[in-house]
């Protein structure tokens, strides 16, 4: 019998669809975090674009968790293009309150899965997107505390990148318990 290297996808319910969505999501907002990174490292302000790079990855793993997830659950990932994102900015506002926004709308993304699971009786669906849950609990609040910080520093931006140098902000991605990224996390 000669091994076939092709998964029997399983049908894919409404919530694998949304998951598959989500790889999409996680992706962008990695690239949108990219693009503030990249602003600002190009404006000489280290602490922010160290700040965001870690953002970046940290969605990056987000999305390889839920390829993970769905290949465990022999639902076959699908890896999508993104749009393109946001690279033309004005002030640090700006950009930190468009990260608040982001974070904001995956939370709903999220919210959404964890109802979609429970609405088709998917126990492990549920129970996977748990801690995407409490993670935008910390997102959410990283990213609105940052925005006070900038919005305090007025305009003082060495303020900001005092702030981020003394403050130890997010788990630079050592939740051990986080679900496993394919690939390993980076």
Do not use: C
Not at 63 to 73: E, G, K, N, T
Not at 84 to 93: A, H, K, L, Y
Not at 136 to 150: A, D, F, K
């Amino acid at each position: 019998m000669a091994f076939s290297a092709k998964k029997i996808e399983q049908h894919e319910s409404g919530f694998h669809r949304l998951l598959q969505e989500q790889v999409a999501n996680e992706f962008a907002a990695s690239q949108q975090y990219i693009a503030l990174a990249v602003w600002f490292d190009n404006n000489d302000l280290p602490r922010l674009a160290k700040h965001f790079y870690a953002q970046s990855l940290e969605e990056r793993n987000h999305a390889m968790m839920i390829v993970q997830y769905l290949m465990d659950r022999d639902v076959s990932p699908r890896i999508p293009g993104i749009e393109q994102v946001r690279n033309d900015f004005g002030d640090t506002r700006e950009l930190v309150a468009l990260a608040l926004e982001q974070e904001r709308e995956v939370t709903r993304e999220i919210e959404a899965l964890a109802r979609t699971a429970r609405e088709e009786n998917d126990y492990l669906g549920e129970q996977f997107v748990q801690w995407f849950l409490k993670e935008q609990v910390e997102e959410v609040s990283q990213m609105s505390t940052l925005l006070n910080v900038v919005d305090r520093s007025n305009g003082n931006l060495f303020d900001v990148e005092n702030y981020l140098y003394r403050e130890s902000v997010g788990d630079a991605g050592e939740d051990a318990t986080a679900p496993p990224a394919a690939g390993g996390a980076l």
